[in-house]
């Protein structure tokens, strides 16, 4: 993922917001295809990854491309905390 990232940035032709939402689905994925034989259950970790890009992706466009939790579930650690 990280060459998408650095060809986006060079071309300048995708934004902010795609390469955010860009981000968000594939951590995503990658945690669907973990737990996909099983309820989907999130670990700490999983929900803090999820977190942190739901949080600079915004409310609203995260309710166009979440698709195995709600914004209201996913909660972000205070900066700082450890």
Not at 16 to 33: D, G, M, V
């Amino acid at each position: 993922m990280a060459w998408a990232r650095i060809l986006a940035y060079i071309t300048g032709t995708m934004d902010q917001e795609f390469l955010l939402r860009s981000e968000y689905l594939a951590a995503e994925n990658r945690i669907l295809k973990a737990q996909i034989k099983t309820r989907l259950r999130l670990t700490d970790a999983e929900r803090v990854t999820l977190s942190e890009i739901a949080h600079r992706l915004g409310r609203k466009a995260l309710k166009d491309v979440a698709n195995i939790v709600k914004s209201d579930t996913l909660w972000v650690p205070k900066i700082g905390a450890c």
